[in-house]
């Protein structure tokens, strides 16, 4: 038997192989095979939202009269601050109030949107100030906040926490219209960014009448 025939065809059946292998692989990058990141999922396809605004939208420079404000929208289940161009509203709370609830109301423009960011806070939404014995930083808005879509409360108070619109420890303080209804006071804490509704932990603020006429 002559072995180096048969070590021959072996050689050129491996060159063969490996050839074959070669080609297989240039057939697949020139469809655009190749290593990603990207996770494989067998379901649904993963989101390819990137919760962030062009560097140029994001860096734009407030002109005389404006100023720069963080406004909260929705971005893959969370509450995040993109930075638009606002009039400047002066220290007035309600005026300040006023001026960034419009600013949640507004249809995120083209580079929110291409970044994934929406608004669940409803038009048509209105903010006054407080009600008899309520604190003096509570704001009363003409729905009550736990009847709002989803994350609109909180695009709402962080928003406002911070500013004018907020109490001076950065939280803030809403009600609903009925000043029969007590205030709550909330936090823009990573638990009401991440939540769909109010956390059960906000710490109540009840109106100085309704403590004392005992009501619950």
Same mark, same amino acid.
């Given at each position: 038997? $002559?072995? @180096?025939?048969?070590?021959?065809?072996? /050689?050129?059946?491996?060159?063969? #192989?490996?050839?074959?292998? =070669?080609?297989?692989?240039?057939? #697949?990058?020139?469809?655009?095979?190749? !290593?990603?990141?990207?996770?494989? $999922? #067998?379901?649904?396809?993963?989101?390819?939202?990137?919760?962030?605004?062009?560097?140029?939208?994001? /860096?734009? /420079?407030?002109?005389?009269? @404006?100023?720069?404000?963080?406004?909260?929208?929705?971005?893959?289940?969370?509450?995040?601050?993109? *930075?638009?161009?606002?009039?400047?509203?002066?220290?007035?709370?309600?005026?300040?109030?006023?001026?960034?609830?419009?600013?949640?109301?507004?249809?995120?423009?083209?580079?929110?949107?291409?970044?994934?960011? @929406?608004?669940?806070?409803?038009?048509?939404?209105?903010?006054?100030?407080?009600?008899?014995?309520?604190?003096?930083?509570?704001?009363?808005?003409?729905?009550?906040? $736990?009847?709002?879509?989803?994350? !609109?409360?909180?695009?709402?108070?962080?928003?406002?926490?911070? @500013?004018?619109?907020?109490?001076?420890?950065?939280?803030?303080?809403?009600?609903?219209?009925?000043?029969?209804?007590?205030?709550?006071?909330?936090?823009? $804490?990573?638990? =009401?960014?991440? *939540?769909? =509704?109010?956390?059960?932990?906000? /710490?109540?603020?009840?109106?100085?009448?309704?403590?004392?006429?005992?009501?619950?």
């Amino acid at each position: 038997m $002559d072995h @180096t025939a048969g070590t021959a065809g072996l /050689t050129r059946r491996g060159w063969r #192989a490996a050839g074959a292998a =070669l080609l297989l692989g240039t057939v #697949a990058a020139g469809c655009g095979i190749r !290593a990603t990141s990207v996770p494989v $999922d #067998a379901g649904a396809a993963p989101s390819r939202v990137s919760c962030a605004v062009p560097e140029a939208a994001a /860096t734009a /420079t407030a002109r005389p009269g @404006t100023t720069t404000a963080a406004v909260y929208l929705v971005c893959s289940q969370r509450v995040s601050p993109v *930075q638009r161009v606002v009039a400047r509203p002066g220290g007035d709370r309600l005026a300040t109030a006023r001026l960034l609830l419009a600013e949640l109301e507004r249809k995120p423009d083209p580079a929110e949107e291409h970044g994934g960011f @929406t608004s669940e806070v409803p038009g048509g939404l209105a903010v006054r100030g407080p009600a008899d014995g309520d604190p003096p930083e509570a704001l009363r808005l003409s729905q009550d906040p $736990d009847d709002l879509p989803s994350y !609109a409360v909180g695009q709402l108070v962080c928003t406002f926490a911070g @500013t004018a619109a907020g109490a001076g420890d950065r939280s803030v303080v809403l009600g609903g219209p009925d000043p029969h209804h007590r205030v709550e006071r909330y936090r823009c $804490d990573d638990a =009401l960014r991440t *939540q769909p =509704l109010p956390p059960s932990a906000s /710490t109540p603020s009840a109106s100085p009448s309704e403590s004392e006429s005992g009501q619950p």
